[in-house]
């Protein structure tokens, strides 16, 4: 099955720099848009930063400056500078993608997500 799994993240003190990598696995016919969302405690889910198969990006108006996406091929990464406080959250990766379902012996397009990672800054 098509999955997406996610490495990088930690604790980092606030001004510093760090960075995520996500990797899609499993049979794949093609990965449209990428893309990184986090969510903090007791808020909701929202977008970091994503791009496209074209390299188009696209960034979260906070993070425009800070943040950094790219992509090459099935990997998409997020490096991360001037980190503050408020950028701690679970960071998910985001992927969209049409894969062979084992399920239905099919090709499907789907939207997957990593399973999360914790990036925490200190002050």
């Known amino acids: 099955q098509v999955q997406l799994v996610e490495s990088g993240g930690g604790l980092v003190q606030a001004g510093g720099s760090l960075g995520l990598s996500c990797a899609a696995s499993?049979?794949?016919?093609?990965?449209?848009?990428m893309g990184w969302y986090r969510q903090a405690p007791g808020k909701q889910r929202e977008l970091v930063a994503s791009?496209?198969?074209?390299?188009t990006t696209n960034y979260a108006d906070s993070e425009k400056g800070r943040f950094a996406i790219s992509r090459d091929n099935a990997e998409v990464y997020l490096q991360m500078h001037s980190l503050k406080p408020e950028d701690t959250a679970v960071y998910y990766c985001n992927a969209d993608i049409i894969g062979w379902s084992t399920t239905t012996s099919r090709w499907l397009g789907n939207v997957y997500w990593g399973q999360g990672t914790q990036v925490t800054v200190s002050s």
């Open positions: 791009i496209t198969r074209s390299g």
């Open positions: 499993g049979r794949i016919a093609s990965i449209n848009i």
